[in-house]
């Protein structure tokens, strides 16, 4: 009876250990249950009928829904409501999960997910305003009845397919978590907004420049950091004639360079994110109809960042792709018009130093006087924990990241500081994003942009009446040159943002000479734009690279494109390479040429075969990848330090870089001054020459096909959570980072599309993953193979709803109760 006693007592503690959280450990006992939990994720066939009647609260008229073979939906709705409220129904059945992780993230929320671990990031994302821009841009858009219609339907959507969940149909994630979804709401929309705004704009080097004029004084800063490189192609060609008359700029405060001796501040560099967009017009299409592509390079995940999805209403027939979370399509294409979206490097963060009167920072001097600085106070909830408050400063610039001294999430963000940025400003992103999906003309689209506020984006466009444009657009402050370039004076209202460049006078270009426009993250326009907005943007090579194909093609047709997306030459290498095999052929101080037979011998005449072509069993880019940049590191380190514990510098671009290599064999900047020594240019060639053939011979070997670029490049697409098991990896692909395929170990063209305008449009894409967010689903990656080895899907687009298509089987009727 005793053995008995003790067994039931064992089992009904370890089923209550099991089904209950204990601090941050989720209840293991819910997830491993075969009723309840992770088992019950799997998808099998009959899951997905192909005819069913569903009643969804809250929709006026029936809604037909067809389903295409990558089980993409293709939505017929009677009015707007309908169809904002179908899209966010869909996308939640899909992608509820990540759309909501997510918008925790930007409302500093992750906390009372996973625990005190994520305190940090939650603190931080409060500080830098995403929060607080999100309520300004959502208190713009419910002011419009057009975009309030479209948020408040998409989030009825969402909440209807919430309100069918169980906990045996939770998505994975939530069982693994062990929490709940809670009710959509419009600002989760404008959350998501702000969460791209800050992933696309919200890094800033003021402060590493500021560390740099304060070391080695505006003429070297002038001379390593100039203004403008030597090698561009600007998006906006030079000399293409302004269509306004320019404002006079802000004038330059006479204490601009003085203000900024002293300071002693800490920084990190720019995440690696980019993209190409490109269209030609019919004069150079074999169809005489223009063509458009677009490839945003964003980091790579599963699920997928994209969600594509046909839209079609009175007034509107659309399909493309959007982020989960956000209604509409954000990039894609009708019947009578394309559009894509790269992102715009323009300066619209900066950073103040502030003077608070006293150690209670209830006041700072602005303008002759002391102001009070409002204060908010955070309260974040922590899972298993009391909840924390955090108290944000804000000034009339912004809030104050960082009151005291602390270790900073990310080293950008300097103490007693306020930060001005253009997302924290009320903008209706959704209004353009409406517009865009019903344009028809060149006039469409322009109006459509007067809206758009952050993240600034080169809006490339095309039409059935064969123009073409792009605006790099949003919204610009009106600058002196180089204001925030470094950190500015928070005193003097001279050093304020003074208003805006007019939207109309933004960068633009319409049906160009040259026959086609583009944009791959470069320089907005040349030195003849009046206007400042920044003074560093991308490398050049791959702007150049895709102008310079784009230039020599007749004839184009969407494989053109395609192949060109796919475009591995690497610019830099091809430049610079020649120069570093002669350096290493020179006898340097204390050190002969390498012999033939030697390991750096034989990797020297491999590299002497490569053309530049970062194909995936090449072995050339896995050297010289190693060998450029620990030149380039071996140049620099010792002048601008990348040592955590002091002030943190930035190299200076590559184009003065690779000037220094090309042309100044003498200059004092190559000697490392950490050295009794006076280094050579080929002696640090050559040193780096034999860094990257150790490393490659450590991690595989002597030389051999084993040091392909793929294996060393390791392409990994990891789940959101990071789960092992539910990403994948090591995916065998060339590309790199600089170059048009810009795949690189983390980073990548994160969706693919050109669109081939006419009569009849006919459009291609892929993304690498699939339309479903559930792991135990076909449709999770299934599109990544195509993706990987550079095809396209042809798009289904249907004209109407009683289309026949082979690849459309399954058609839902959605209708309110």
């Known amino acids: 009876m005793l053995k008995a006693l003790l067994a039931l007592a064992a089992s009904l503690t370890l089923v209550w250990a099991l089904n209950t959280p204990h601090g941050t450990v989720p209840p293991f006992g819910k997830l491993l249950s075969p009723y309840r939990g992770f088992w019950q994720n799997g998808e099998v066939a009959g899951d997905f009928p192909a005819q069913q009647t569903l009643a969804l609260p809250g929709l006026q008229a029936p809604v037909t829904v067809r389903y295409d073979d990558h089980r993409v939906p293709h939505v017929f709705a009677q009015n707007d409501h309908d169809l904002y409220f179908a899209q966010g129904y869909l996308t939640a059945r899909d992608r509820l999960w990540q759309m909501d992780f997510v918008t925790h993230v930007a409302a500093g929320r992750l906390a009372e997910i996973v625990g005190p671990a994520r305190l940090e990031t939650d603190q931080f994302f409060r500080r830098m305003g995403l929060p607080f821009g999100a309520a300004n841009s959502l208190k713009t858009m419910m002011a419009d009845p057009t975009t309030r219609t479209v948020l408040t339907s998409y989030s009825d959507g969402v909440n209807a397919y ?12 939530y069982k693994l978590l062990d929490y709940q979804p809670e009710p959509w709401e419009p600002l989760k929309c404008a959350l998501l907004l702000k969460y791209m705004a800050w992933d696309l704009s919200g890094r800033t080097d003021d402060l ?10 505006p003429a070297v800063t002038k001379d390593l950091f100039p203004d403008y490189p030597t090698r561009e192609d600007p998006i906006v060609p030079v000399g293409t004639p302004l269509d306004f008359k320019p404002l006079a700029a802000p004038p330059v405060p006479k204490s601009f360079e003085a203000a900024y001796a002293a300071q002693q501040l800490r920084d990190e560099p720019d995440a690696e994110l980019g993209s190409n967009n490109f269209a030609v017009s019919g004069a150079k299409s074999a169809s005489g109809y223009p063509l458009l592509a677009n490839d945003p390079h964003l980091q790579l995940n599963l699920p997928s960042i994209w969600y594509q999805i046909q839209l079609s209403a009175p007034g509107v027939n659309v399909y493309g792709v959007t982020i989960p979370g956000a209604p509409t399509v ?34 700072y001097w602005h303008d002759g006087r002391w102001k009070p600085v409002r204060r908010v106070v955070e309260r974040i909830k922590v899972r298993g924990q009391p909840d924390r408050l955090d108290t944000v400063l804000y000034t009339h610039h912004g809030p104050v990241v960082y009151d005291k001294p602390e270790k900073p999430f990310l080293n950008q963000t300097p103490i007693a500081h306020a930060m001005r940025w253009t997302a924290h400003d009320g903008a209706d992103e959704i209004m353009t994003l409406y517009r865009l999906n019903r344009a028809r003309t060149y006039a469409d689209y322009t109006a459509a942009l007067t809206t758009w506020g952050s993240p600034a984006q080169n809006f490339i466009f095309a039409d059935n009446e064969k123009d073409i444009a792009i605006w790099p657009n949003g919204r610009f402050p009106l600058k002196w040159r180089d204001q925030g370039k470094f950190i500015l004076d928070g005193t003097d209202p001279a050093y304020d943002w003074q208003g805006w460049i007019p939207a109309a006078q933004n960068p633009h270009v319409k049906n160009p000479a040259r026959g086609f426009v583009s944009s791959a993250n470069q320089f907005s326009a040349g030195p003849d734009y009046p206007y400042y907005l920044n003074w560093t943007y991308a490398n050049y090579e791959r702007g ?29 290498a091809q430049l610079i390479l020649p120069r570093m095999l002669a350096l290493v052929s020179e006898p340097a101080a204390g050190a002969a040429p390498p012999t033939p037979d030697s390991p750096e011998g034989r990797v020297l005449a491999e590299m002497r075969r490569w ?18 940049n620990d030149l380039v590191k071996r ?20 184009d003065r870089t690779n000037n220094l290599i090309l042309s100044e064999p003498t200059s004092p900047w190559i000697d490392d001054r950490r050295t009794p020594a006076k280094e050579t240019l080929p002696q640090l060639a050559l ?32 789940h959101l959570l990071q789960l092992p098991g539910f990403g994948q990896m090591d995916v065998d692909c060339g590309g790199g980072a600089g170059i048009v395929n810009a795949t690189s170990e983390r980073n990548g063209p994160s969706w693919r599309m050109v669109v081939a305008l006419g009569p009849q449009v006919r459009a291609y894409g892929v993304y690498p993953g699939g339309q479903s967010g559930n792991p135990g689903s076909p449709f999770y990656n299934n599109m990544l193979e195509t993706w990987r080895v550079g095809q396209l899907d042809e798009l289904v687009f249907l004209r109407s709803v009683q289309e026949a298509h082979p690849r ?9 109760q």
């Not at 784009?550 to 494109?561: F, G, H, I, K, Y």
């Not at 053309?611 to 896995?622: E, L, N, V």
């Open 330 to 363: 954000i990039i894609g294409f009708n019947e009578n018009a394309t559009w894509g979206v790269t992102n715009v490097a323009a300066d619209v963060l900066d950073f103040y130093q502030l003077k608070f009167k006293d150690n209670t920072q209830r006041e």
């Open 635 to 654: 140049l620099w380190d010792d002048d601008f330090p990348t040592d955590p514990t002091g002030p943190a510098y930035r190299y200076p671009a590559r």
């Open 208 to 217: 590493r420049m500021s560390n740099i004029l304060r070391k080695y004084g």
């Open 544 to 572: 150049h690279r895709i102008n310079e194909r784009l230039a020599a093609m007749t004839q184009v047709t969407p494989d053109s494109l395609r192949q060109l997306q796919n475009d591995v030459l690497d610019l830099n």
């Open 611 to 628: 053309r530049y072509q970062y194909t995936a069993d090449a072995i050339g880019p896995s050297v010289f990848n190693l060998w450029y």
């Open 162 to 173: 919430i309100g069918q969940l169980s906990p045996k149909t939770l998505p994975f994630e």
């Open 808 to 816: 459309v089987s399954t058609a839902w009727t959605l209708q309110g």
């Open 687 to 718: 040193q780096s020459l034999r860094f990257a053939t150790d490393s490659l011979t450590r991690k595989f070997g002597p030389l051999s096909p084993k040091w392909r670029w793929a294996s060393q490049k390791s392409t990994d697409i990891l």
